[in-house]
């Protein structure tokens, strides 16, 4: 059984940081590799960064420079640090296995809701 539990997210101001966090659990440890995704109201989930067990990482062009993603292997935790947040990057995020889909297990979802 899978379990993704994300916390961390809050109400900023745009040009603030968030750190977001995600706890996972069951077969999904065995993963290689791990990511971020964001749904923004209205639009589909994208992944927006993804990291392996070994801590190779890759962003999506939207969050590259102001996103790291961060890995504890020993912890099977995820985190996402956000800086200089924009109000594009509103929504709900969720961690999980990079080319997860509909049919996978999901947690509840951090909402992030950014000002200007």
């Known amino acids: 059984q899978v379990q993704l539990v994300e916390s961390g997210g809050a109400f900023v101001q745009a040009g603030g940081s968030l750190r977001l966090s995600c706890a996972f659990s069951?077969?999904?440890?065995?993963?290689?590799?791990m990511g971020w995704y964001r749904q923004a109201p209205g639009k589909q989930r994208e992944l927006v960064a993804e990291?392996?067990?070994?801590?190779?990482?890759n962003y999506a062009d939207s969050v590259k420079g102001r996103f790291t993603i961060l890995r504890d292997n020993a912890k099977n935790m995820v985190y996402l640090q956000m800086n200089i947040l924009k109000p594009e990057d509103t929504g709900v995020y969720y961690c999980?296995?990079?080319?997860?889909?509909?049919?996978?297990?999901w947690g509840q979802g951090t909402q992030v809701t950014v000002s200007s």
């Open positions: 999980n296995r990079v080319a997860a889909t509909m049919w996978d297990s």
């Open positions: 069951g077969s999904i440890f065995r993963v290689n590799a």
């Open positions: 990291i392996t067990r070994g801590g190779i990482t």
